[in-house]
């Protein structure tokens, strides 16, 4: 079956601008997450969501990051008033139920550079 | 909070040599730990996931053990091949409080032919 997807694959925006970074999970699966990769570091964490709902958004790193996932599958990150700081991967993944004990799905990621 | 490192950051082998990837964790409350590669500029693709009750994980080529008390896991890669050569990440699930898997920063592993 189709895994998870993340569009666009890059993307590119100038400081101050606003943009918006799309996860499709495996369907059927409850549980939904972002993190964010900075070049040389492993990926960390944003926020999970179970179903609707944000469980957890402590990864945040401040209110410009804002995340929506209004029917229970698609999620979409956004990230208000751009700064160079925020270039990195963004990571989605998904799992069947939420919770660190079940395995989690990656998509390939959405490159963000911000000039 | 858990910590997890990874040790070394970067290793070069020549083809057909084996090698063995190190990752330990701070805090031995885990649910399982999962090993990623990565390919320069690419999503993660999972290679192994071990889960707290079980010791090690095998698949073709690739074994990883865990000693949760310890907090270490190996990933152990027999007769290396070029292709192998890209970033590999370990991860673990925290039993309390995190829903998110914990990562280390990698070891980035090139194969010479």
Redesign the interface.
Known sequence: GAGVS?TPSNKVTEKGKYVELRCDPISGHT?L?W?RQSL??????LI?FQGTGA??DS?LPNDRFFAVRPEGSVSTLKIQRTERGDSAVY?CASSSY????Y???????T?LTVT | KQEVTQIPAALSVPEGENLVLNCSFTDSAIYNLQWFRQDPGKGLTSLLLIQSSQREQTSGRLNASLDKSSGRSTLYIAASQPGDSATYLCAVGHQTGANNLFFGTGTRLTVIP
């Open positions: 993340q549980a997450y993190y040389g570091q492993g990926p960390e964490f999970y469980a957890d990864g990571l939420g919770g660190s004990f395995e989690q799905y990656f998509g390939p990621g490159r």
